[in-house]
């Protein structure tokens, strides 16, 4: 039976619920369609990975509003999973993000994520970030949720304040930007444990955490596995490092017994390496690609 | 020396030129970085990588074109893209032509399938009639600005129309102006010789994942394919499955570590946070940021 729900709802679902909510970063057609493959519901979208993938640069603000919402419809146009996008800042001030929030939302996400980072922003785990005051991301989130259509499409708000400004002012943001309407708050690069219980109990609205490469601690925040953030009263989670540095990891290490075969006599089998052809269209939906063509293109050759 | 040139130049070396396929910012920096000195962009990866579809055709011109302009901007590697079907007839190649060599490639491979065309070892495919292509290739091959521009003419009529027809296919495209012909899916290891010693221009040929055999085309190692006399191969779905199954292993350990267990520390599962920014070349944006943006500077 189709679900009649709008998407930001079934994600308000989700995000409401007990169980806290899991979602993978998710930055092109590969990892979206795995990551819907294996059962998760959502799917962050990591400007990160966009940035790194599409166009081959770091999260440096370097990507564009266009280029973002492009990537992120194409994603959505090839995948059911309900998605998170990361609009940075709003690509300018409160009247940007108006139109940048109606964008992503008729691009088919189902939330939207705005940061309180100058621009260019740069990945919250960078150093050398800065924030715009307080008052002026209370304005766009404002702004965001003026300019949403269905009401439940969810604004995300992040706070990239914790690094700059400490932990007090984190919470403070995160609380003024829940009044002014935002749904789901966001604060990045948390550096403790503690850290995370504080903000989880003195925020107003359910609360979100990155935990970047999911299998591999950075420096700038622990890693705590989901049961435990859920006890610690977040709602939900993402790992927006967790496919990029395994993708590039599979690419490395496929290259290295690659160097074997380039000066080797006889072909090698390596189904350990790489995923197998049938495996791959299977992943990407070609079944779905042969239905069309049966029923519609009966004048193709066969 | 132009892009194209000096792809010309690798192809016409006498080592065999081996090229991994890129598709993304990924793929072409672990390319550049294993120090392959020229690259294919594979239209299957960036139909796939960037609009989430198999090759079936379903990305268009602009699509490929956005992909293949920010690829050749970031790497000094010639690259050679994939046109696919040329999009439309001879009049569209010429300015397909001109869009692709503006975006800074090195090559051009243009092929003989019929639109929506597919990935060359998928079942279904068709080939438009020779006398169309010629015109194709002639069109491509006039609209370059620079001569050293590459025209890589391909054909997909192996499976169609067999081994005698690809050889009378490549040799009119030569006629026509292509610089180096390129059969897709040929069957046999006797397949390629016979194409090797029968055609005027270097033979390209396509060896898939590199390191499985599909039903299509036998799996044939470069030494072994430079012994042939072949000039070029391409190995278009290396990195693309091979970083699918980087992903799939990172999501069974994912799995493990979202039923409770402690998360290890897996090296071979990732690359770190700090390798993926060297690899993004972070480094650079770092030394843009210290000469111009001082302001930047002041956080943390």
Known sequence: MADTKSKGRRLKDLIEAPEILLSPGIFDGYSARLVESRGFKSGAISGAGLSECHLGMPDRGLMGFEENLSNCRAIADCSDLLLHADADTGYGNAVNVYFVTQAFEKAGMAAVMFEDQTWPKRCGHMVGKSVIEAEEMVEKIHAACDAKKDPDFIIKARTDSRGPLGLDEAIKRLNMYAEAGADLLFADALLSEEDISTVAANVDKPLTVNMGLGIRARSTTPLVPPKKLEEMGVAAVSYPRLLTTSAVRGMINGLDAFDEMVKANEPIDRPDLCVNFEELNDMLDVKFLDELEEKYAIGGDK | ?300
């Open chain 2, 1 to 300: 020396m132009s892009k194209g040139k000096l792809f010309k130049e690798l192809v016409n070396a006498p080592e065999i030129l081996v090229s991994p396929g890129v598709y993304d910012g990924f793929s072409l920096k672990i390319t550049e970085q294993a120090g392959f000195k020229a690259a294919a962009i594979t239209g299957a990866g960036v139909s796939e990588c960037h609009f989430g579809w198999p090759d079936h055709g379903i990305m268009g011109f602009e699509g490929n074109l956005r992909i293949a302009r920010m690829l050749a901007e970031r790497t000094e590697m010639p690259l050679r893209v994939d046109a696919d079907t040329g999009y439309g007839n001879a009049v569209t190649v010429h300015f397909v032509c001109r869009a692709f060599e503006k975006a800074g490639l090195a090559a051009m491979m243009i092929e003989d399938q019929v639109w929506p065309k597919r990935c060359g070892h998928m079942a279904g495919k068709g080939v438009i009639p020779t006398e169309e292509m010629v015109q194709k290739v002639q069109s491509a091959a006039d609209a370059r600005i620079d001569q050293d521009f590459c025209i890589m003419a391909r054909t997909d009529s192996a499976a169609v129309y067999g081994v005698n027809d690809v050889i009378d296919r490549l040799c009119r495209f030569v006629e026509a102006g292509a610089d180096i012909c390129y059969a897709d899916a040929l069957m046999t290891v006797d397949d390629v010789k016979k194409v090797v010693e029968n055609i005027p221009a270097p033979l390209c040929v396509n060896m898939g994942l590199g390191f499985q055999t599909r039903g299509t085309t036998p799996l044939i190692t470069p030494k072994q394919l430079q012994a042939m006399g072949v000039a070029m191969v391409t190995f278009p779905r290396l990195l693309t499955t091979a970083a699918v199954k980087g992903m799939q292993n990172c999501m069974e350990a994912f799995k493990t570590m979202i039923e409770g267990e402690e998360p290890e520390a897996r090296e071979d599962l990732q690359v770190s946070f700090k390798e993926i920014g060297e690899l993004m070349e972070l480094p650079m944006l770092d030394d843009l940021d210290e000469k111009y943006a001082v302001n930047a500077k002041t956080a943390e």
